[in-house]
């Protein structure tokens, strides 16, 4: 009887086990795209699934950078309101003038102060800049790219009327393009308020002038939760999700 009751014990353990996979599958949270068959991908499928990827990439990337540029902002404002403090103390002493010829620096380094310090940490952002830039040209390709795809299978599609357009599940080639278009607008936006930041935030005496550009900097308020949903769709949408 004991064998019997723990056999009937344990089949109810293996039925009631099934039900809570049944409901994750129900889960609106999207995992991966079981509809997107691999093996039978077009070329043009292939080549947006890969842009879908190097997007993807190309962020993070920008991402890291952005955090690095952000820490040399920083370190700049510090660097400046350090010298401003020590300059505003110079001007309580009868001396300030003739200490400042003697020394030959002249205004800009009054303004500036630790020159050296703050020059390297300029020649850093710039080099931080100048890497985003070219994250931003390949960003501009990739786009350029689905522009093509897209012109191409228009063409194609003239041709033959059983073309549906539909490279994975929803999504036609179009609004992969439109997508990228929209996302690479906001990062040729973003990418010029950062050359606008590293070209001026070491010239400036302003506490909250300084103070903004560096927060600025690290916010990127021409990047909001769109970005995130139109990547996060195209990647589900191409099945790397």
Known sequence: MSESGSGKGSGKRRKSSGTPRKSDSSSPSPVKSPSVNYAKLSPTAKKVRDVAADWHNLIQRWEVLNT???SVTNKIVNCKLTN???SDAAEMTVEQTSAVSAAGIGEVADADGMSKELEGFCNQLTDT???M?????KMEKLTSNLKG???LQQYQS???????GILFQTWPIQHFYEVSAELSEMYSKELKLKQAISENIAHLSDRHTMMFLASSWLHQPYMDNRRDILLESMLVETGHR
Do not use: F, P, R, V
Not at 133 to 137: I, T
Not at 158 to 164: A, L, R
């Open 68 to 70: 690095s540029g952000a």
């Open 84 to 86: 401003i403090e020590s």
């Open 129 to 131: 800049y100048k890497a």
């Open 133 to 137: 830039a070219k994250l931003w040209e």
């Open 149 to 151: 795809q897209w012109e």
């Open 158 to 164: 003239d041709k033959d009327d059983s073309e549906t």
